[in-house]
């Protein structure tokens, strides 16, 4: 229309494309424009992680190396002992003694006692020594499951640039307009995000945020003065599962389009600016706010905002918390179940073969 001349000026959603700067007269900014994303909140750690929880990786891998250390010397003292103190009638082999030094080892990691008799001080003293060092292991890790198991710990969210390319998280619009200003770049952070951005009808955007559980996220405008601009499709049942991203994916300065030599742009370009100093804009926000969006979302908007950086309290125990626990009890329990019915068969096999062979003796 501004080519045609039909109209002199036109003011909307519209930032400095450079498309349109070959054609068109631009004005001097007249607000921010940062666009973001509504993400998925964040969910709660399934339960069965919940015992791994009280280390870190490079901490469950200390504590494997230390076990395996102890072992070792275990079954080293184990083995020196029956060289040096045991007669040879009663002499272990190294595979008995290997079975001492790992069984041992293990026993005293989950604090349980064990019934083989030591006769050398090197082996009481080292078993003395692993004793304390998994003592103070199993009270740390005591301490860090009751916290965790009180608290609920909760999955990481895409609220960030990087966390959005990391988690491959799908985001749309309604139109390509929303990355058409870095539809262009040559970045791979913002390569990666165009390729997971997908543009849908309002329909189907409303289809998605209405379901059960919200899997993709929804750009949203961000205005100057803290206000967010929210497509009708994003319905309060749908905000209430997402949260807004802590930053912008970009952000533009919006501009006015006039067509080439426009003889009113320096005057224009004035009024901006003396509008800009008075506050107006400010005051402009807040009652375009007021007046054509919801408040309601406006509010659960900024509750999402607040919503990572309130600490979550104790709260009551429940059978979800011991579900991993329960989890690793019942797996404990079928392999044992599973290694005592393979001991059964197979003895029950020696036992026959034994019988078949000597029974023609047994009748002698």
Same mark, same amino acid.
């Given at each position: 229309?501004?080519?045609?001349?039909?109209?002199?000026?036109?003011?909307?959603?519209?930032?400095?494309?450079?498309?349109?700067?070959?054609?068109?007269?631009?004005?001097?900014?007249?607000?921010?424009?940062?666009?973001?994303?509504?993400?998925?909140?964040?969910?709660?750690?399934?339960?069965?992680?919940?015992?791994?929880?009280?280390?870190?990786?490079?901490?469950?891998?200390?504590?494997?190396?230390?076990?395996?250390?102890?072992?070792?010397?275990?079954?080293?003292?184990?083995?020196?002992?029956?060289?040096?103190?045991?007669?040879?009638?009663?002499?272990?082999?190294?595979?008995?003694?290997?079975?001492?030094?790992?069984?041992?080892?293990?026993?005293?990691? @989950?604090? /349980?006692?064990?019934?083989? *008799?030591?006769?050398?001080?090197?082996?009481?003293?080292?078993? +003395? #020594?692993?004793? =304390?060092?998994?003592?103070?292991?199993?009270?740390?890790?005591?301490?860090?499951?009751?916290?965790?198991?009180?608290?609920?710990?909760?999955?990481?969210?895409?609220?960030?640039?990087?966390?959005?390319?990391?988690?491959?998280?799908?985001?749309?619009?309604?139109?390509?307009?929303?990355?058409?200003?870095?539809?262009?770049?040559?970045?791979?952070?913002?390569?990666?995000?165009?390729?997971?951005?997908?543009?849908?009808?309002?329909?189907?955007?409303?289809?998605?945020?209405?379901?059960?559980?919200?899997?993709?996220?929804?750009?949203?405008?961000?205005?100057?003065?803290?206000?967010?601009?929210?497509?009708?499709?994003?319905?309060?049942?749908? @905000?209430? /599962?997402?949260?807004?991203? *802590?930053?912008?994916?970009?952000?533009?300065?919006?501009?006015? +389009? #006039?067509?080439? =030599?426009?003889?009113?742009?320096?005057?224009?370009?004035?009024?901006?600016?003396?509008?800009?100093?008075?506050?107006?804009?400010?005051?402009?926000?807040?009652?375009?706010?007021?007046?054509?969006?919801?408040?309601?979302?406006?509010?659960?908007?900024?509750?999402?905002?607040?919503?990572?950086?309130?600490?979550?309290?104790?709260?009551?125990?429940?059978?979800?918390?011991?579900?991993?626990?329960?989890?690793?009890?019942?797996?404990?329990?079928?392999?044992?179940?599973?290694?005592?019915?393979?001991?059964?068969?197979?003895?029950?096999?020696?036992?026959?073969?034994?019988?078949?062979?000597?029974?023609?003796?047994?009748?002698?």
């Amino acid at each position: 229309m501004i080519t045609h001349h039909k109209v002199d000026i036109c003011i909307g959603a519209m930032y400095s494309w450079s498309e349109d700067y070959s054609y068109l007269d631009l004005s001097v900014y007249l607000v921010r424009s940062g666009i973001t994303c509504l993400v998925p909140a964040p969910l709660r750690i399934a339960s069965w992680y919940l015992p791994l929880e009280p280390f870190q990786k490079h901490l469950w891998a200390a504590i494997l190396l230390c076990l395996c250390m102890e072992a070792i010397g275990l079954i080293l003292a184990y083995k020196s002992e029956q060289d040096l103190c045991v007669q040879p009638k009663n002499h272990r082999d190294w595979w008995t003694c290997t079975k001492f030094g790992l069984s041992t080892t293990f026993k005293l990691f @989950i604090s /349980q006692s064990e019934s083989s *008799k030591a006769n050398s001080n090197t082996v009481r003293l080292l078993l +003395f #020594v692993c004793f =304390l060092n998994d003592l103070i292991i199993t009270s740390i890790y005591g301490g860090g499951l009751a916290s965790i198991l009180t608290v609920p710990n909760m999955d990481e969210a895409a609220d960030t640039v990087q966390r959005l390319r990391l988690h491959r998280l799908q985001w749309a619009a309604n139109s390509e307009a929303w990355v058409s200003a870095i539809r262009g770049s040559d970045e791979p952070l913002v390569r990666d995000l165009l390729y997971n951005f997908h543009t849908y009808s309002d329909d189907r955007l409303l289809q998605l945020a209405q379901e059960q559980r919200v899997h993709i996220g929804f750009t949203v405008e961000r205005l100057p003065f803290g206000h967010f601009a929210v497509a009708d499709y994003l319905v309060p049942q749908a @905000i209430d /599962q997402l949260i807004i991203m *802590k930053d912008d994916l970009y952000f533009q300065y919006t501009v006015a +389009f #006039v067509p080439r =030599l426009w003889p009113f742009l320096d005057q224009f370009n004035s009024l901006i600016h003396c509008w800009h100093s008075s506050g107006l804009d400010k005051y402009w926000e807040n009652r375009i706010v007021a007046d054509n969006l919801n408040l309601k979302i406006q509010k659960q908007l900024e509750e999402t905002m607040s919503r990572n950086k309130e600490d979550i309290g104790p709260n009551m125990l429940g059978m979800t918390n011991f579900a991993g626990i329960i989890l690793i009890w019942v797996l404990g329990s079928s392999v044992a179940v599973l290694s005592f019915s393979f001991e059964l068969l197979y003895l029950s096999n020696v036992f026959t073969f034994i019988h078949n062979k000597y029974k023609h003796t047994y009748k002698i």
